[in-house]
């Protein structure tokens, strides 16, 4: 990869880079298996090299540079990368403490934006339990409860299924459970000003404030 000579960890983390901004699945493989093969750090290069790559393609899909097609095939490299190095726990990757369920709300079937949020908090060494989309509240609740997470977020895409987002808030509420959990919401319809309607703790813009969040909250929880 580097005509024989042993990459830098900024070149290692740059290949990395450009395995997820030009979509090169062979690249990110091969890397991965490099370092691990060497013992390195594969938790530092998730979040240095893929971690920064994905956010870069996130940000250029927000300004327009990109297409949709583009940010899935690069977002797909990404989750590809996490699951290997994830197979790799015993080369060394530790988790943070602290987990974050993840759902689009019932009734919505936009699945890439909070995948795009997934990732980003995962390449911060974070476990994210994924529900997928089209989620019921009650569902939510029982993967909330049955995991122990902190934080639970929604993505809500649609006007009309904004409200699954409100009813998370008071379902929570009336089994007195509320006070467990840290609510993060986000999804194109949703706003500040809704967010702080429903009594959502967090509203997110996008993946990059979405990770801040949640490691704003895990540092101050565990310390
Ligand atoms: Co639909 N769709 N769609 N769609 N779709 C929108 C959302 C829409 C704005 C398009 C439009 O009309 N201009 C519109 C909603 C209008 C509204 O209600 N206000 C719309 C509609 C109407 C529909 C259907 C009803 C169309 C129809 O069938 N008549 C239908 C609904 C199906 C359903 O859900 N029941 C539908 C279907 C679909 C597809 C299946 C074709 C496809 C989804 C594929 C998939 O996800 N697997 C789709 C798509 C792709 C879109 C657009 C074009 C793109 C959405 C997207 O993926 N953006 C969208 C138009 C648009 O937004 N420009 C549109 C990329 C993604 C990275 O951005 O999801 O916003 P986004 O996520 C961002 C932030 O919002 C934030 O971070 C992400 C990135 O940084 N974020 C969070 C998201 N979730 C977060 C959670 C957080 C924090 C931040 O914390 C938990």
Redesign the pocket.
């Known amino acids: 990869m580097n005509g024989g000579r042993v990459a830098s960890k900024p070149e290692l983390y740059k290949i990395a880079r450009d395995a997820v901004v030009y979509a090169n699945e062979e690249q990110a493989f091969n890397l991965i298996n490099e370092v691990a093969a060497q013992g390195g750090d594969l938790l530092a290069l998730l979040k240095e090299g893929f971690g920064k790559g994905h956010q870069e393609v996130?940000d250029m899909?927000?300004k327009g540079d990109i297409s949709?097609p583009e940010?899935l095939f690069s977002t797909d490299v990404t989750r590809k990368a996490v699951e290997m190095i994830e197979n790799h726990a015993e080369a060394g990757l530790k988790k943070a403490e602290g987990k974050v369920l993840?759902a689009t709300v019932s009734?919505?079937?936009?699945?890439?934006?909070?995948g795009?949020?997934a990732y980003t908090i995962i390449t911060h060494g974070i476990e994210v339990i994924d529900l997928g989309?089209?989620v019921p509240v009650e569902y939510i609740i029982a993967k909330a409860e049955e995991n122990r997470v902190d934080i639970i977020?929604?993505?809500a895409?649609?006007?009309?299924?904004l409200r699954e987002q409100k009813k998370l808030e008071d379902e929570l509420r009336k089994a007195g459970i509320r006070s467990k959990y840290l609510t993060?919401?986000?999804?194109?319809?949703?706003t500040q000003r809704w967010a702080s309607r429903i009594g959502a703790d967090v509203y997110?813009?996008?993946?990059?404030?979405?990770a801040k969040a949640v490691i704003a909250h895990l540092s101050k929880k565990y310390g």
């Open positions: 996130g899909f927000e949709l940010l993840l009734g919505d079937v936009h699945n890439i934006g909070k795009l949020v989309c089209d977020g929604t993505s895409l649609l006007t009309s299924t993060m919401v986000g999804g194109a319809t949703c997110c813009e996008d993946a990059v404030e979405a």
